[in-house]
């Protein structure tokens, strides 16, 4: 009898045994799910950061330290002496429903040539001014929350890549006598952000 008791005894352990390696095989053959905060952790670039990155790599050749010497911010609305937008090298979209604010690049940063918005009789700082153009009229409203992040990101991410001083950070109505951009554009707010 205590035989035949052992017997079962070690059976029923072996047994325990089995099922728990089986157990652990079933476990680590399961795929590793990451936790919700290791996804939280993964870096992404955010549809803003990924507009910003794929519009300055358009520069079929990327631009010197010293190619661009300053910034100016314009809106879209056409000024007498001919329309912003077409002459500037970013833009700066309206947000969409899901409020991303984007930005893209147009052929004159593409061929990392002058912008053609500043009309100064002497050419020599249109040549070396990058023209950022805001989707909008800010005559009576100042541009989204949205766009101005945009914005902000897109100034900040040209002046640390080319070596821009926030001094050399301009609006058109700063250089000549254009209500460009409109006087709703908060210019304190942008200011301050870039310091
Ligand atoms: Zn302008």
């Not at 609006?171 to 460009?180: E, I, K, N, S, V």
Request: aromatic content about 6%; hydrophobic content about 45%.
């Amino acid at each position: 009898m205590p035989r035949s008791r052992t017997i079962i005894t070690l059976s029923a352990l072996l047994a325990a045994m089995t099922v728990g390696t089986f157990a652990l095989l079933a476990l680590e053959t399961t795929p590793a799910q990451p936790s919700p905060i290791a996804l939280a952790a993964r870096p992404m670039l955010s549809p803003l950061d990924q507009s910003i990155a794929s519009a300055i790599a358009t520069a079929q050749t990327p631009p010197a330290l010293g190619r661009w010497t300053s910034i100016v911010v314009h809106d879209a609305v056409t000024g007498a002496a001919g329309p912003c937008a077409a002459g500037s090298h970013f833009f700066v979209d309206v947000a969409d429903g899901l409020g991303n604010c984007t930005v893209s690049a147009g052929a004159l940063w593409a061929q990392q040539a002058p912008g053609a918005t500043l009309f100064i009789p002497d050419d020599a700082f249109n040549a070396g001014a990058i023209s950022i153009c805001i989707a909008g009229d800010f005559t009576a409203g100042p541009p989204s929350t949205e766009q101005m992040t945009a914005l902000t990101k897109l100034v900040s991410t040209l002046q640390m890549h080319l070596g821009i001083p926030a001094d050399h950070v301009y609006l058109h109505r700063d250089l000549t006598g254009q209500p460009c951009p409109g006087r709703a554009f908060p210019v304190e707010e942008f200011r301050r952000a870039l310091r």
